[in-house]
């Protein structure tokens, strides 16, 4: 059965300081595509990162990284230089390669204190 | 076409009362999703189409719920007989699925969601 666990109910990090949320894995299976998103108080996803599990590279996009660990199955994801809009909902996923659903964690709510 | 579209954004019933959700994924994109998220959970996987055919769905499916997309475009989530415990963001998400032994796409495109309250 796949899993994914963010145990960090909430986290807050100060104006332009990093902050790294935490995302562990459980899967047999070796093809697979890991996610973050980041969901505001308004309620839609936003999708910001992906790595899939052949990537021999961390992804990163913008401000955004993902600290991936293969053999730890975390991928947690770093947001460097925060800011007041990152307060938010983040959700880290993963799909295999069949694709048939993501698998959620259970999210991070994250508030940047100005 | 500049994204997935839910109608209605938001919808209160009565319990007992039967509700219709839509979405309306990328137009290119052959798989279409349904998710449950309730407060302070991430989204539960209900199912999923590929084209037309519905290929999975999940034990939290229960008969009273079904979900079509006939033409492989729009799709439809009906709730019948709706309980208290309904209330929850149903949410929709499509992607260009290739297939292949590895996942191909950077991201699953949501849908701005449709909460419903059953009161």
């Known amino acids: 059965a796949q899993k994914i666990t963010q145990t960090q109910p909430g986290m807050f990090v100060q104006e332009k300081e990093a902050v790294t949320l935490d995302c562990t894995y459980d899967?047999?299976?070796?093809?697979?595509?890991l996610f973050w998103y980041k969901q505001p108080s308004s309620g839609e996803m936003i999708f910001l990162i992906y790595?899939?599990?052949?990537?021999?590279q961390n992804a990163t996009e913008g401000r955004y990284s993902l600290n991936f660990q293969k053999a730890r199955k975390s991928a947690n994801l770093v947001i460097s230089a925060s800011q007041l809009g990152d307060s938010a909902m983040y959700f880290c996923?993963?799909?295999?390669?069949?694709?048939?659903?993501?698998?959620f964690g259970t999210g991070t709510s994250l508030t940047v204190i100005p | 076409d500049t994204g997935v579209s839910q109608d209605p954004r938001h919808k209160i019933t009565k319990r007992g009362q039967n509700v219709t959700f839509r979405c309306d994924p990328i137009?290119?994109?052959?798989?279409l999703y349904w998710y449950r998220q309730t407060l302070g959970q991430g989204p539960e996987f209900l199912t999923y189409?590929?084209?037309?055919?519905?290929?999975?769905k999940s034990r939290l499916l229960s008969d009273r719920f079904s979900a079509e997309r006939p033409k492989g475009s729009f799709s439809t989530l009906e709730i019948q007989r709706t309980e208290q415990g309904d209330s929850a963001m149903y949410l929709c998400?499509?992607?260009?699925?290739?297939?292949?032994?590895?996942?191909?796409?950077?991201?699953?495109?949501f849908g701005p969601g449709t909460r419903l309250t059953v009161l």
């Open positions: 998400a499509s992607i260009p699925w290739l297939g292949g032994a590895y996942p191909n796409t950077d991201t699953q495109y």
């Open positions: 899967t047999s299976d070796q093809s697979y595509g």
């Open positions: 996923a993963m799909t295999l390669s069949t694709g048939n659903q993501f698998y």
């Open positions: 137009s290119e994109h052959n798989r």
């Open positions: 790595q899939g599990s052949y990537d021999e």
């Open positions: 189409f590929q084209n037309e055919a519905q290929l999975e």
